[in-house]
């Protein structure tokens, strides 16, 4: 899988990620995500993007203690608010007021 995410934060600032197979990235306002958003409507640690051979999945929330933990604001894909969703090319991540 060749995927790469397109992100543009609440305050403006858009960047692209490409996304490597077998791996998880952490979403989130903390420093010690993969993929950091400026914006105060993100928690700290609020979903995990799971890159996959052939697909990728975004899952609202993290994991602690073996539990998912999910997030107050949710996670909107398409505007459609999701637990857990199998991305297709061209679909809109909304987390806060970032856009992914």
């Not at 790469?4 to 420093?31: C, F, H, M, Q």
């Not at 107050?72 to 505007?79: E, I, M, P, S, Y």
Request: contains cysteine; aromatic residues 4%.
């Amino acid at each position: 899988m060749n995927a790469i995410l397109k992100i543009t934060d609440a305050s403006g600032r858009s960047w692209e990620v490409n996304l490597l197979p077998d791996t998880i990235y952490n979403i989130g306002r903390a420093k010690e995500n993969d993929i950091v958003l400026n914006d105060r409507r993100v928690s700290r640690r609020h979903a995990h993007l799971v890159a996959e051979a052939s697909s990728c999945k975004i899952i609202d929330g993290y994991l602690e203690n073996g539990e998912i933990q999910r997030s107050v604001n949710r996670v909107f894909v398409n505007n459609v608010p999701q637990f857990e969703k199998t991305l297709e090319q061209g679909d809109r991540i909304i987390i806060g007021e970032s856009n992914l």
